[in-house]
């Protein structure tokens, strides 16, 4: 069964840097698109960064220049490289993998647990 495991978050200081990681296990067969999305509290879920499967990128106006997204095929991981972090950046980090699986013929979305970040000012 597939299932995201994301790591990476914690408390850090205004202008640190944080690297988060999601990686898919199961029997995978071919994985799209890979994202980031962040909700802090009371705040609706938003998209930080996408990056499709032959590697272009697209990122949220508030993260340009400080977050950079990328992708290890091999071992099915998406990571969030996010430096000169603000107080702003604080929420629940989520990734997601639309992906194909060995045995199905259908594209599906999945969503990992969430990791939290937090940005002290």
């Known amino acids: 069964q597939v299932q995201l495991v994301e790591s990476g978050g914690g408390l850090v200081q205004a202008g640190g840097s944080l690297r988060l990681s999601c990686t898919a296990s199961?029997?995978?067969?071919?994985?799209?698109?890979m994202r980031w999305h962040r909700q802090a509290p009371g705040k609706q879920r938003e998209l930080v960064a996408s990056?499709?499967?032959?590697?272009?990128?697209n990122y949220a106006d508030s993260v340009k220049g400080r977050f950079t997204i990328s992708r290890d095929n091999a071992k099915n991981t998406v990571y969030l490289q996010m430096n000169s972090l603000k107080p702003e950046d604080t929420a629940v980090y989520y990734c997601y993998q639309n992906l194909r699986e060995n045995s199905d013929y259908v594209w599906r979305g999945y969503w990992g647990q969430g990791t939290q970040v937090t940005v002290s000012s």
């Open positions: 199961g029997s995978i067969f071919s994985i799209n698109a």
């Open positions: 990056i499709a499967s032959g590697g272009s990128t």
